[in-house]
């Protein structure tokens, strides 16, 4: 019985240990990936790739395809 007990309570460990290592990860990947967007940002680096339509920074955006496209936008709206 102990020897059962003993191997039931070392795969819970290991699966603890295993999820909590993913946990982790995840944590650390979304981390980086904050920091990294919250820096291309600042620098004034487009963070979509360019793609303007959908960008989540877009309002707040000086850079010159994102002025572009505003001024395209006010365009559209003004002859409609």
Do not use: W, Y
């Amino acid at each position: 019985m102990s020897e059962h007990h003993q191997d039931h309570s070392r795969r819970q460990f290991f699966r603890r240990l295993l999820r909590n290592a993913s946990l982790a990860g995840l944590g650390t990947a979304t981390g980086v990936a904050v920091v990294k967007r919250r820096r291309l940002v600042r620098e004034g680096k487009c963070i979509n790739g360019g793609v303007c339509s959908g960008c989540t920074v877009f309002e707040e955006c000086g850079l010159p395809r994102a002025l572009s496209a505003k001024q395209a936008l006010a365009r559209t709206h003004r002859d409609t």
